[in-house]
């Protein structure tokens, strides 16, 4: 999982790189020409464009290392945590949905993957097979029991099973 982001980062930076160092450029140098450059709105698109390319490049990079120091040993086996997948049975609705915890760059909760930042992975995080979570979300309060938990170890464990049959 993590090379997967590290890859879909590393090709967002390559690209937006490529946009800073080579097609802006050619922009601002294209909208000098027209001259006056108090009242060029192409140069001042393309110089705006240039400080919002700069700043997410900053972004991409600083997620980029962070994701670069998670040590994966450190993840536990028996509690939810970054990678695990749960099917949760909502007390209050009686249904069960499945829910995998990633990062915020992946985080698609129609896709059932929800971020470890958000509230309902906030309250899962650190809980066991099991465990009841009540989670204050927009929609009012949930409430929540684990009833399988599959962590980011086990996944890889199946992985490494099927590739090996």
Do not use: C
């Amino acid at each position: 999982m993590s090379d997967v982001l590290k890859k879909k980062l590393e090709e967002e930076i390559r690209a937006l790189e490529h946009e800073l160092n080579h097609l802006l450029p050619a922009e601002i140098k294209t909208a000098r020409a027209h001259g006056d450059l108090s009242e060029n709105a192409e140069y001042h698109a393309a110089k705006e464009r240039q400080g919002m390319v700069n700043a997410r490049l900053g972004q991409l990079a600083q997620r980029l290392a962070e994701i670069s120091l998670v040590n994966f040993n450190n993840i536990p086996r028996d509690r939810v945590a970054f990678g695990s997948t749960v099917v949760l049975h909502d007390i209050t609705k009686h249904t069960e949905v499945r829910y995998k915890i990633v990062t915020s760059e992946d985080a698609d909760v129609a896709s059932g993957r929800i971020s470890t930042s958000s509230p309902i992975g906030r309250a899962l995080i650190g809980k066991q097979e099991g465990d009841s979570v009540t989670v204050q979300t927009p929609a009012g309060q949930r409430e929540f029991e684990i009833r399988k938990l599959t962590t980011i170890h086990d996944e890889a464990e199946s992985m490494t099973k099927a590739d090996e049959a």
